[in-house]
């Protein structure tokens, strides 16, 4: 018989989660059934096709409101006044002092009385949460009222930011296991866990799908454009790559820049674009499909991303496994899978006139350059993050986790 997994996201489907939808697709290639639930995002607008068709199979926490919550928190109690009780007193040392307030907590609680009995109708016997946010939290009182034992794959780097307040050492104690992304999310959890507990931190990669990019490769543009993929916000470095871009304008060297995405920052970077006279230069075309991010990664000489703080941005991997070359910085664990030179530049992460420079070198380099860079930047991806050879190294750790305990 199949193993039956339960996978838990904050919101899902959602644009920027598309590695989340490739890893349950792979898993199921695998043999595996997957329970998607997601706390929210029955209502979320979405145009790709895969995304609409995985919103129609997921299950959502909050759909019915509180008093779904409500009625859910005291039939657990009614029925399991003991395991209540534990995950109670877990919910409250865990909300003291925490990143939210105490009320978050409680209703973290009630998400995972709510979800209960969904596992068990599933017969799930493991249960999974990406980030070790309040995902991660649901998930671990949903173990302590009697659910299945957990995971939670850590992506940073907000987790890396306060972990503390996250009380992300307690998960991680609970936890089966738990996977970081990259070796340097690896090294970031040994920082705030018991070395008793390291045994457990495994790194899988997220993933891409080789078949969705075995077209014939696209030319590199003759056009002067390049492309930033990602939420505009402070972490992504984009008013700094509008300021080098200002710089090249001064300096009279042909460019385009997409900046493809949607945030928080969108007002403050529009006022910059403005301010500088890059109208003509800088476009931001909102939240796009996959489908638009991919034509517009193919439309560039190269993908830019000058982050200040990162995991491993899938974006670098969907442009490299697109054969661009990918311009971004020394952070986290992005030099695990970039190699100055070699698949693109990297800069350290700040300098604007390292950024200035290695713009210009990827504006003037011959298109049969880029494209040398490209195909090895598709090699380097491929060899590293295929979603199925990642997947079947997670899929081995449900099994080892699920099998049965031998008795003393």
Known sequence: MPLKIAYLVNEYPKVSHSFIRREIVALERNGFEVLRVSLRGWNARLVDEADLREQARTRYVLKEGAL???WAGLRILAVSPRRFLAAFVLTMRVGWR????????????????????????????????????????????ACALGGPRYSFTVHGPEEFDMPRSLKLAEKVRRAAFVVAISSFGRSQLYRWVDHAHWHKVRVVHCGVDASDRDSP???????????????????????????????????????????????????????????????????????ISN??????????????????????????MEAMALRRPVLTTY??????????????????????????????????????????????????????????????????????????????
């Open 68 to 70: 779904a919550l409500l």
């Open 98 to 141: 925490a990143e939210r307030p105490l009320p978050y907590h409680l209703a973290y609680l009630a998400e995972a009385c709510r979800m209960l009995p969904w596992l068990r109708s599933f017969g799930a016997r493991h249960l999974h949460a990406h980030f070790g946010t309040n995902s991660a939290e649901v998930a671990m009182l």
């Open 217 to 287: 490769p696209e030319p590199v543009p003759a056009a002067p454009r390049l492309v930033c993929v990602g939420r505009l916000c402070e972490q992504k470095g984009q008013l700094l790559l509008v300021e080098a871009a200002s710089r090249l304008l001064s300096k009279r060297v042909p460019f385009e820049l997409v900046l493809a995405g949607d945030g928080e920052l969108r007002a403050e970077i529009e006022a910059l674009i403005g301010e500088r006279g890059l109208e003509r230069h800088v476009r931001i075309t909102g939240w």
């Open 291 to 316: 489908d638009a991010v991919r034509s517009e990664i193919l439309a560039a000489r190269a993908l830019v991303l000058p982050s200040f703080a990162e995991g491993l941005p899938v974006v670098l």
């Open 331 to 408: 952070v986290a664990g992005i030099p695990e899978l970039v190699r100055s030179g070699k698949e693109g530049w990297l800069i350290p992460a700040g300098s604007v006139d390292e950024l200035v420079a290695a713009l210009e070198d990827c504006l003037g380099r011959p298109a049969g350059e880029l494209a040398q860079m490209g195909q090895a930047a598709r090699g380097r991806v491929l060899e590293r993050h295929s979603v199925d050879t990642e997947a079947a190294k997670l899929g081995r750790l449900f099994e080892e986790h699920c099998r049965p305990r031998s008795s003393p």
